[in-house]
């Protein structure tokens, strides 16, 4: 009888034990829990790792569909209102996107999309990828005058020709780089990460028999990419533009004097240039 207790005192002592360990099991999963969203609060990490720069030409990385991104050109003329953004000759059309991009989708990342696909517009197009790169597409007609596009440059160049353009046509340059290099500036603000650049673009200064002249203007563009830990929102974009040059003809009132010259020669000998180096005042006239 007393061996009959015992054993029933140890089979309830094990029955207790067992839902102790569980809540000390579930104790110790919900402080791990918690001490790992407080390390990511107070040190927080992207879920990427930024690509080496890659030479000889372009290597796109998947644009966010649910965040569509946004262009922005600054011309003063119409060009970029409506349809006209989209008005580029076939020849001259750089592909946008993946080859079986829907218009929707072609649409989302600022692009132009008709029968021939997706394409860039005449625009100064920026997408933001994933994995932390700035793809910059700039378009010669994008404003009025048009850009330079040799004399394109961000905020840094560096010497091994990284923050150069990594293939140009006649009417586009296509710049890809990431979001640590250029010099690129990084901030936080309200949860976002934000890396921001500058596009400068100088003016041609043509010389002349008569002088130096330009028809252009210069150009600046900011440019920024926000990311959080695990999305890439739409880019800000802010342009500082330069009205462009006055024609080099115009109307207006124009003022002629007229100057007389004495002929006369006070010297010995003197040449027909110094007979026009004096000139009649308003108390000789009237001149017969």
């Not at 009205?243 to 009132?253: D, L």
Request: hydrophobic share 30%.
């Amino acid at each position: 009888m007393n061996s009959l207790n015992v054993t029933r005192r140890k089979k309830y002592a094990l029955s207790e034990s067992k839902p102790q360990k569980k809540m000390l099991v579930i104790a110790a999963l919900i402080a791990f829990t918690l001490s790992v969203y407080l390390s990511n609060a107070q040190d927080p990490q992207f879920p990427w790792q930024l690509p080496q720069s890659q030479a000889g030409g372009l290597s796109f990385s998947p644009v966010l569909k649910e965040l569509p991104q946004q262009s922005f050109s600054p011309e003063l003329s119409q060009m970029s209102s409506g349809s006209q953004r989209c008005v580029v000759e076939q020849h001259e059309r750089i592909e946008c996107g993946e080859p079986d991009i829907t218009p929707a989708e072609c649409e989302d990342i600022s692009c132009c999309y008709d029968a021939g696909g997706c394409y860039y517009a005449r625009a100064v197009t920026l997408q933001c990828t994933r994995d932390g790169q700035f793809v910059l597409v700039v378009a010669r007609d994008a404003t009025m005058p048009r850009i330079s596009l040799d004399s394109i440059h961000m905020l840094e160049n560096d010497p091994s020709g990284r923050c150069a353009s990594v293939d140009s046509t006649a009417s586009f340059a296509i710049y890809q780089f990431t979001v640590s290099s250029c010099g690129t500036r990084m901030k936080e603000e309200s949860g976002f990460v934000i890396y921001e650049n500058m596009m400068s673009s100088a003016y041609e200064v043509a010389v002349g028999p008569r002088g130096s002249i330009s028809r252009d203007s210069s150009y600046e563009l900011k440019f920024q990419c926000r990311y959080s830990g695990s999305a890439v929102e739409a880019l800000v974009v802010e342009v500082n533009t330069v009205p462009p040059p006055p024609p080099v003809s115009q109307n207006g009132p124009l003022r002629v004097e007229l100057r007389l010259a004495s002929g006369q020669c006070s010297t010995k000998g003197c040449s027909d240039e110094h007979m026009y180096t004096s000139y009649y005042s308003e108390a000789d006239y009237p001149v017969t």
